[in-house]
C-alpha cells in the first residue's frame, strides 16, 4: 500500500510558475507509475504527466511543453514543475501511483492541492 502527500498549491498569476510535490510512503512503491492529474469544477479528473520507474514520461497535449514531472528516489518524491500557467491550469492537482499494468484510475490517488491561476 502506498500513501500520497501532495504540497505546493498556490495562486499564481497567468505566465507564472509552480512546483507541486508528492512525498511518497509505503512499500512496493518503485516499480510504480508515478503520475499528477487534475481536475476543475465541473469537468472529469484528467491525467495530465506521469513517469515510469524506467524514466518513461508521459504528457498530456494540453501541458507538453510547459509542465515537467521528475522524481526523487532520494527524497521519496514526485514533482510537477509549472511553466507559463495559465488560467485554464485552475484545478486541484493530485499525485497518482499505480502498478504498470493499471490505469491511472485504478492507482492510489492524494487528496489533492489547490492551484489558481488569476490576475
Known amino acids: 500500500q502506498v500513501q500520497l502527500v501532495e504540497s505546493g498549491g498556490n495562486l499564481v498569476q497567468p505566465g507564472g510558475s509552480l512546483r507541486l510535490s508528492c512525498a511518497v510512503s509505503g512499500s512496493g512503491y518503485s516499480i510504480y507509475v508515478m503520475g499528477w492529474g487534475r481536475q476543475a469544477p465541473g469537468n472529469e479528473r484528467e491525467l495530465v504527466a506521469s513517469?515510469?520507474?524506467?524514466?518513461?514520461?508521459y504528457y498530456a497535449d494540453s501541458v507538453k511543453g510547459r509542465f515537467t514531472i521528475s522524481t526523487d528516489n532520494v527524497k521519496n518524491t514526485v514533482y510537477l514543475q509549472m511553466n507559463s500557467l495559465k488560467p485554464e491550469d485552475t484545478a486541484v492537482y493530485y499525485c497518482?501511483?499505480?502498478?504498470?499494468?493499471?490505469?491511472?484510475?485504478?492507482?492510489?490517488w492524494g487528496q489533492g492541492t489547490q492551484v489558481t491561476v488569476s490576475s
Open positions: 513517469i515510469s520507474s524506467e524514466g518513461t514520461t
Open positions: 497518482n501511483a499505480r502498478k504498470p499494468w493499471q490505469g491511472a484510475a485504478a492507482g492510489t
